[in-house]
């Protein structure tokens, strides 16, 4: 992966404006009033997921403007990845298209606990090489953006609210230790969520929010730390 990120949201793949409102839809979420609309379109028979904030109010299509261009230059710096859903392109500067991940989200798959291993391994490889190319995706704890395919794919979607330094440059050693601490959290919330018997935390009582998180790190700055040790020793 070259260190220069080269901006390209019009690729073939992605509809036009028009071939979206002429397209029927699914929607997943009908962001109002704040967030995107994201739905399922299938133009020419390929269906494809579409993040799309033009029907918001024009100062929300600004700031939304800036994250189609976020997540557009998050999938050019990262390329083509079997973790992640293939990027069509933007629609214009208020959408932009992505492979539609058949499938569901792993946290409901009826084989978790039965694969659990696998998923495991599959979703540390996958964060181990984000790490590796200084990309912190600050979403991939969100339960809705891991998602498991027919084939046994585990894939990260979402990549609006991410963070990157190309290696070499300058904040990428301190980016790359950031993103070690949070992937390793998100390992352990795995680990938790994948248990055979089920989710332990299932059934109690709700913690305040970011308090299971906050509990993560911390393990997680334990286990590397030990590892670390163990590396030395």
């Not at 009908?30 to 033009?54: L, T």
Request: glycine share 8%; net charge positive; charged share 30%.
């Amino acid at each position: 992966m070259s260190a220069t990120v080269r901006f390209y949201p019009f690729r073939r793949k992605a509809p036009t404006r028009s071939q979206l409102e002429a397209a029927d839809r699914k929607y997943l979420t009908r962001g109002a009033p704040f967030k995107a609309d994201v739905m399922i379109v299938s133009v020419d028979h390929d269906p494809m997921v579409v993040k799309d904030f033009a029907p918001r109010a024009w100062w929300r299509r600004l700031i939304g403007r800036l994250e189609v261009q976020r997540e557009s230059r998050a999938y050019a710096y990262l390329g083509p990845m079997p973790f992640l859903p293939a990027f069509y392109g933007c629609i214009d500067g208020n959408a932009l298209a992505v492979e539609k991940i058949e499938g569901g989200a792993l946290a409901r798959a009826p084989d978790r606990g039965k694969n659990r291993d696998d998923y495991l391994a599959q979703i540390r490889a996958a964060l181990g090489r984000l790490a590796e190319v200084g990309f912190l995706h600050l979403d991939a704890r969100n339960n809705k953006n891991v998602l498991l395919s027919p084939d046994g794919r585990v894939i990260f979607i979402d990549l609006a609210g991410s963070l990157w330094i190309p290696p070499g440059k300058p904040g990428h050693r301190v980016l790359r230790r950031l993103a070690d601490l949070y992937y390793e959290a998100n390992v352990i919330k795995w680990e938790t969520l994948l248990n055979p018997d089920g989710d332990p935390r299932a059934g109690q009582r709700k913690p305040p929010r970011y308090l299971n998180g906050l509990i993560d790190l911390r393990t997680a700055w334990k286990r590397l730390r030990e590892q670390k040790s163990e590396i030395k020793a």
